[in-house]
């Protein structure tokens, strides 16, 4: 792992051995900012961003051999490397016990110091990452498609990538937001470090900030160790806050001082830390509507819509269906499936509610169900027998079913349009809203989504 752009705290209280490794690392393009005192280095710590500490061991203020677990509990993402004269065993093996990551003694040659900067620095990426999968798992390889609209959206996000706005994902459910907010952390210059995401509808109030800013040992009945938070885990690299418009007022607020002051503070702490990611913001309600309504916060909306990005429904770029299926249907081993000539029209011509997430899902089940013969039109019993967006037949008997697809119809033929489907659908907008999201909770008259029942695989 190359040095460059690293930020190192030295810790050392002999001017002359500060200034040589400060030379020396910044020829090499690190940035390294001296402490004399542990004390120093504590102010140090509480305000600014650092990569690797090196560490004398007899300071004037005491000796950093007991530092060491303190600076571990509150930082343990930053590697230590001890640089000391003492150089006898029992000191070094107290430092490494104590959470030091490699223990060089004085003099040092500088080319060991930097191989040891780059390992100390390569294994902390590691253990970030592993952390974040501890906590969260989605990986996915993209495929957006040829449409005009996704090549247009595409070329947009990567400006928005190549600085460090913050940019708000909006769209309907399945549209591949979450997958778009980590292809643009790939297409960043933080795609070295960690991409974080958390999903802020599954918690709320104090286990949502714990979530995101840790928390002290005993700040609350359950907080029994220090935690650090995801802005922590998510230093230099992205942060991705999923489903924002779920967030509850008392955390935007402090989300919103957070990131007009680039610092926070873990729940039960008084120390003031610093985290420097990039946020992305995702949502599938339509935050203006929250705004006006008294649910999300108009400052904090502003804040975050520096880059406001529209994911397009899948009805909305049905050109995009044969290469998004392709793709899925290679991603499962089945590259090459041949498809019945129907097949493709049908899968364009259906409005998708459930867009890329419901094709893919689709796509899944009817490989199954072909058993490694063609894809036929009987393979896709939720699309079966309908025959396009305007004038689609309603393939139940259900009366909550009829009506959903009805509403689902005449969405597809006003692009989406809620405003456009409910003037013609004779209801209000409201009740139209409302009647949306009772169906992507898959709640209503009790009978769930039939098509979707049809088959279980
Ligand atoms: N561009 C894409 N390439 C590959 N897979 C995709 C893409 N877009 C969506 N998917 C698939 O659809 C699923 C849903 O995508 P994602 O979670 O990103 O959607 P979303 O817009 O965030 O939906 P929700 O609002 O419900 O969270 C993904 O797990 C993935 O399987
Ligand atoms: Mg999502």
Request: aromatic share 8%.
């Amino acid at each position: 792992m190359p040095l460059k752009n690293r930020s190192l705290l030295i810790v050392e209280d002999d001017e002359a051995a500060a200034f040589g490794y400060t030379e020396y690392l910044s020829q090499l393009g690190c940035s390294a900012i001296t402490a004399h005192t542990l004390k120093d280095a504590n102010r140090l710590l509480e305000t600014a961003v650092f990569d690797a500490l090196l560490l004398d061991l007899r300071l004037p203020d005491g000796n950093a051999l007991h530092w060491i677990p303190e600076q571990k509990n509150s930082f343990p993402q930053i590697p230590i490397i001890v640089i000391s004269g003492i150089s006898d065993i029992p000191t070094a093996v107290q430092a490494m016990k104590n959470g030091a990551e490699n223990f060089l003694t004085k003099p040092v040659e500088m080319d060991e110091l930097t191989s040891v900067l780059e390992k100390c620095l390569e294994l902390s990426l590691l253990r970030k990452k592993t952390t974040i999968q501890q906590r969260l798992s989605r990986v996915e390889t993209p495929c957006f498609g040829v449409s005009e609209k996704i090549t247009q959206l595409l070329e947009f996000v990567q400006l928005a990538a190549a600085n460090d706005s913050v940019i708000l994902l909006q769209g309907e459910t399945g549209t591949g937001k979450g997958v778009l907010a980590r292809w643009i952390h790939e297409k960043s210059r933080r795609a070295p470090e960690a991409f974080v995401e958390l999903n802020c509808s599954g918690l709320k109030g104090e286990l949502l900030k714990s979530e995101l800013y840790g928390h002290a040992k005993g700040a609350f009945t359950s907080a029994i160790r220090e935690r650090e938070g995801l802005m922590e885990v998510a230093d230099r690299g992205t942060l991705f806050l999923d489903e924002i418009g779920d967030m509850d007022s008392e955390v935007q607020a402090q989300l919103l001082k957070t990131i007009e002051e680039k610092s926070f503070r873990r729940i039960g702490e008084n120390r003031v830390r610093k985290s420097d990611f990039r946020l992305i913001c995702a949502t599938n309600r339509d935050l203006l509507e929250e705004v006006t309504a008294g649910r999300f916060r108009s400052d904090l909306y502003y804040r975050i819509c520096v880059f406001p990005v529209t994911v397009p429904p899948l009805r909305e770029r049905i050109d995009d269906i044969p290469v998004l299926a392709a793709h899925f249907l290679a991603a499962g081993s089945y590259a090459g499936q041949p498809f019945d000539r129907e097949v493709l029209q049908a899968l364009q011509n259906y409005p998708w509610p459930g867009n890329v997430r419901e094709l893919k899902n689709m796509l899944e089940r009817a490989t199954l169900l072909a058993q490694g013969g063609n894809l036929a039109i009987s393979h896709f019993p939720g699309i079966n027998g309908r025959c396009g967006t305007t004038g689609s037949r309603v393939t139940t008997d259900n009366l909550y079913e009829m009506e959903k697809q009805h509403i689902y119809s005449v969405l597809g033929k006003y692009n989406g349009d809620k405003k456009m489907a409910s003037e013609a659908l004779g209801m209000s907008f409201s009740n139209l809203y409302r009647r949306l999201l009772q169906y992507k909770k898959g709640s209503g008259a009790g009978t769930g989504d039939q098509s979707r029942k049809t088959v279980t695989v």
